[in-house]
């Protein structure tokens, strides 16, 4: 397991931008599939977007998909996701995790709100 903090989060007016980071620790962290979830009070979490370690594929769920990118820095040990276009409805506490390639998420970080407002 990998240790991971989150850091960007915040308040940001409908239309605007956000950038989340995610710092992991360890010396294996380009080993790791890395994920953003998100939950909004009242709602199960949901995933927004993984990326994976090696070749960097990218997948993201459709409610984000043209608005939020996936990016990391194996060099830095960090994953970020950036967040444009914000709408109310992005309004969650976001989390940061990883698993291995054949395995399931197992590390997550502590999360970070985001709040968007109308």
């Known amino acids: 397991q990998v240790q991971l903090v989150e850091s960007g989060g915040g308040l940001v007016q409908a239309g605007g931008s956000l950038r989340l980071s995610c710092s992991a620790s360890?010396?294996?962290?380009?080993?790791?599939?890395m994920g953003w979830f998100r939950q909004a009070p009242g709602k199960e979490r949901e995933f927004v977007a993984s990326?994976?370690?090696?070749?960097?594929?990218?997948n993201y769920a459709n409610s984000v998909k043209g608005r939020f990118t996936i990016s990391r820095d194996n060099a830095k040990n960090t994953v970020y996701l950036q967040m444009n276009s914000l709408k109310p409805e992005d309004t969650a506490v976001y989390y940061c995790?990883?698993?291995?390639?054949?395995?399931?998420?197992?590390?997550w970080g502590q999360g970070t709100q985001v709040t968007v407002s109308s």
């Open positions: 995790a990883a698993r291995l390639p054949s395995g399931s998420y197992n590390s």
């Open positions: 990326i994976s370690g090696s070749s960097g594929y990218r």
């Open positions: 360890g010396r294996t962290f380009s080993s790791y599939v």
